[in-house]
């Protein structure tokens, strides 16, 4: 990851011309609604993503980069719109260049153009989630369990593991489809087998015995063992006389069997069956809603069978697994009567189905023999009748459409097979008697010829069957393995989340809160004072949600890019988090990031104000928008020109807007100083305070602490420390004096009652001067930052500034 | 059984993380240790997560 030093603006969003040097450092922009902040957000991740959030993703419309991404007066100049950032890349040691224009957005200048730099770059253009808006915070807190689960899951960085499981799990059922289709073709193997070898049953035992049988006739050694051998083995490799190629008496049974079962298609008992299943598909072909329904539910099981846990197969939407099935599932069960239609036609094809399927099965094993005798015997309609049958399965099987399922339910005109079926066997039976030798010397070779082919389907079986097996314990370990993992990650964001939260709402010590991973989601539940566990969203206020989405951000990213975690920019996330809280924001950001960079933007001038008093960010890392028009962009109101700004008021005789700048910096500075020194304002049952209320409670609060801070010196007897104090002391007793007394007149009633207008710029200056001289006693002049009271809870330790040069003690030395 | 770690938690993402520890897991299981080795040169090693790259780990090469 990288740190900003600096980021030129050019013709971007609201943007004309800006320059912010951030020195690497956390920075922060405060400034009304629509000044321009988060323009700055916009250019940042722009240069380093090439997209802008704000202007893509769901409910975006017609919003683009190229379009919108230009200020709108160099709408037709993308090139001119570039924003240009110089960054430290803390794992490489290196500065770096980027520069980007909205007409080149995926095209950077990256300076120097190293590979290395191109792969920092390119992994944040991948997961642009170091900006965070209040929009984002809400898709961790709020969201529901699923799609919470696809955020969470993307901000971990992980959609690619849902990818590799969907994959697997694709595979496992291609797998097993497979193993299905082996297991099949094994069993067609095996029965031709058992019908040539004359065997009820398949065991290595019982081929043995029959094949021995015929080798004892030949005088050839018994076998022992099936495995890897031949059943003819020690017969010789001289290819036998082309009479006795076919053995004869198997052929025969064979040939009989054949016609026997092809005639069966003409039987009662087989076309009582087909009128019953005909009459079921033709109820079905009759009922067009039932017809239609049919066609969807088949639709839906195949795509509960393609679903890949990720996807649906028909369209690609995005599902969450569950989800996904329980809508299907709905779906086929509004089908039920249509589908207790189908099955029960489906139960009555099944016979008829294994019928056609035993034809196919002898017609396939006696084709061969019209070749293999002289002159070759024409088996032409026995063939076209296998494949006719092997079309009929397949479409039965298929089931619809439902028209094709009837069509091969048609009786066959069977007689041409059969013919040729007979007078296959008559020219079988013609051939000359073969001696016994013959026969169980074609026995063997027969024999041997379908264990071969049993033995290939077998060897596919069993490949298919270790295939299967790997791709379902493979998918099921990464299934275990990759839960288990979530889950100890969520375990650890869920005990960071907690440490966080509590860290920024001392009256919730005991606040618990649980992630719970499931398929495909995660849910979400958070203590709510002790009364049970809740979703984020249940009781608690939008305020302790935003802290809630803010603490869950910052565990995810901790425990994503752990040191590496060095940039932030947050988009007025904290926006409902009341004051009280904020500073413990600010602290919560400072010490359990040390090394991050935080880039944030808020409306609201007291938080920048917070941000400083509690060192989040340092006096100068801040700048604050004033105002914004069209022709120039947002204009700064730097806080440190805040009186050379009220001078040019001046010069320019406008005493109103001098005194209103005077009145407001006044009234916001000095309300930071009564939180960092601790000073008592007055209730006011209104809760409209102003600078009437927040004056007098700082004044009152750091002379207190110098009176403190003096006793202090005394009794450590430290003389120099008393007589530096004492003078500060009397010095700050004028300033205030003068304020209060004088000054104090000119600026109170001159906003309150428009008195302003009777004085003129000569009048106003010394007011300034004296305000200028009161508030320079509650800054650091070498930092900048405001003096505060450190010390835990009521205890007052030392009154001191960031950067420790002003540190009085108020702690007496001890008796 | 303790497991050997694949990859170096300290400099890895979060997913090289959770399928290091994936792969890990198949090698305790003696029938999958040819597998996890093609995985884990697949999956961490040439991140190549495509269905045919995937096959090709869990069934060796076909030709």
């Known amino acids: ?815 | 059984m303790k497991k050997t770690p694949i990859a170096n938690h300290q400099e890895t993402t979060v997913i090289e993380r959770i399928l290091g520890d994936f792969i890990s897991d198949l090698q305790e299981k003696e029938e999958l240790k040819l597998v996890s080795e093609r995985l884990k040169v697949t999956l961490l090693d040439n991140i190549d997560f495509s269905e045919a790259a995937l096959k090709e780990a869990l069934f060796g090469k076909m030709s």
């Open chain 1, 1 to 815: 990851m990288i740190k900003v030093e600096k980021v030129v603006i050019e013709e971007f969003r609201g943007v004309r011309n800006l320059t912010l040097d951030f020195n690497n450092e956390s920075f922060a922009v405060s400034g009304p609604n629509g000044t321009g902040k988060s323009g700055i957000v916009d250019a940042i991740e722009f240069a380093l993503t090439g997209n802008i959030s704000r202007l893509s993703g769901q409910g975006r419309g017609d919003l683009s980069v190229l379009k919108h991404g230009p200020h709108v007066d160099s709408q037709d100049n993308p090139e001119k719109a570039k924003v240009t950032l110089e960054v430290f890349i803390p794992t490489l040691g290196k500065k770096v260049q980027i520069s980007r224009s909205v007409k080149n957005s995926k095209k950077p200048t990256v300076t120097p153009d190293d590979p290395e730099v191109k792969e920092v770059f390119e992994k944040m253009s991948k997961h642009p989630e170091f900006v965070l808006s209040r929009r984002e915070i809400i898709k961790y807190v709020l969201a529901e369990p699923g799609k919470r689960a696809d955020e969470v899951q993307a901000l971990l960085q992980l959609e690619e593991l849902e990818d590799i499981r969907g994959t697997l799990l694709k595979i496992s059922n291609a797998s097993a489809k497979e193993l299905k289709l082996f297991e099949g073709e094994e069993k067609t193997a095996g029965e031709a087998l058992m019908r040539i070898m004359e065997i009820d049953e398949l065991t290595p035992e019982v081929v043995l015995e029959a094949a021995n049988t015929k080798r004892v006739i030949l005088g050839l050694p018994e076998l022992t063992i099936l495995k890897g051998m031949s059943l003819k083995d020690g017969l010789g490799t001289t290819p036998p006389p082309v009479t006795t190629r076919i053995p004869k008496a198997q052929a025969l049974i064979e040939v009989q069997k054949a016609v026997g079962l092809l005639s069966s298609l003409d039987q009662e008992s087989y076309l009582t069956k087909v009128h019953g299943a005909n009459a079921a598909l033709e109820v079905l072909k009759e009922d067009e809603a039932n017809l239609k329904a049919l066609e969807k539910e088949s639709l839906l099981r195949v795509a509960l069978e393609l679903f890949d846990e990720h996807n649906c197969p028909v369209c690609g939407t995005e599902w969450e697994p569950e989800h996904f099935r329980e809508v299907v599932g709905q779906q086929i069960a509004r089908l039920k009567s249509a589908t207790k239609l189908k099955e029960a036609a489906e139960a009555l094809l099944s016979p008829i189905i294994g019928t056609l399927e035993e034809v196919l099965s002898i017609l396939r094993s006696v084709h061969p023999y019209g070749s293999l005798l002289v002159p070759s015997q024409n088996v032409s309609e026995i063939r076209a009748t296998g494949i006719t049958l092997k079309t009929r399965i397949e479409t039965l099987r298929q089931f619809l459409p439902i028209q094709n399922s009837i069509d091969a339910l048609k009786s066959m005109d069977l007689k041409k097979t059969l013919d040729e079926l007979q007078a296959l066997h008559v020219v079988i039976k013609a051939l000359p008697e073969a001696s016994e030798r013959d026969i169980a010397r074609d026995y063997l070779v027969g024999a041997d010829e379908r264990l071969s082919t049993y033995r290939a389907a077998s060897a596919k079986m069993t490949g298919a069957k270790k295939r299967s097996a790997t791709a379902k314990q493979t998918y099921d370990v990464f299934t275990i393995s990759t839960d288990a993992a979530l889950e100890k990650i969520y375990k650890e964001v869920e005990s960071e989340f907690k440490e966080f939260y509590r860290f920024i709402n001392d009256d919730e010590s005991e606040f618990e809160a649980k992630l719970t991973p499931s398929i495909g989601k995660l849910g979400f539940g958070v203590d709510f004072y002790g009364r049970g566990s809740y979703p984020p969203g249940a009781f608690h206020s939008e305020g302790h949600q935003d802290a809630m989405g803010l603490c869950l951000y910052l565990a995810l990213m901790k425990h994503i890019l752990k040191d590496n975690f060095k940039l932030a920019v947050l988009d007025d996330v904290l926006m409902s988090v009341d004051s009280g809280h904020r500073r413990e924001v600010c602290k919560l950001l400072k010490t359990k990031f040390p090394d991050t960079q935080f880039i944030l933007t808020t409306h609201d001038p007291v938080w920048l104000r917070h941000m400083k008093s509690a060192g989040l960010i340092k006096a100068k890392a801040g700048i604050e928008f004033q105002n914004w028009t069209v022709d120039k962009g947002p204009s700064q109101w730097k806080d440190i020109d805040v009186w050379s700004e009220i001078e040019e008021y001046l010069a320019k005789n406008d005493v109103r807007a001098a005194a209103a700048l005077l009145r407001h910096f006044m009234e916001y500075t000095m309300a930071e100083h009564c939180a960092d020194l601790k000073g008592r304002v007055e209730y006011r049952g209104d809760n409209r305070y102003d600078l009437g209320n927040f004056l007098p409670a700082a004044a009152n609060a750091l002379k207190s602490h110098l009176k403190e801070a003096k006793k202090s010196a005394e009794s450590w007897g430290s003389t120099e420390s008393l007589a530096q104090i004492t003078q500060l002391e009397d010095s700050f007793k004028i300033s205030v004096a003068n304020v209060l007394n004088d000054e104090w007149q000119y600026i109170n009633p001159a906003v309150h009652y428009n008195e302003w207008e009777t004085y003129t710029a000569p009048d106003f200056k010394p007011v300034v001067l004296a305000f200028k001289e009161l508030s320079d006693f509650f800054v650091c002049k070498d930092c900048g930052g405001s003096l505060f009271i450190s010390g835990v809870g009521f205890s007052k330790d030392s009154l001191r500034c960031p950067c420790q040069k002003i540190n009085h003690n108020l702690k007496l030395k001890e008796s």
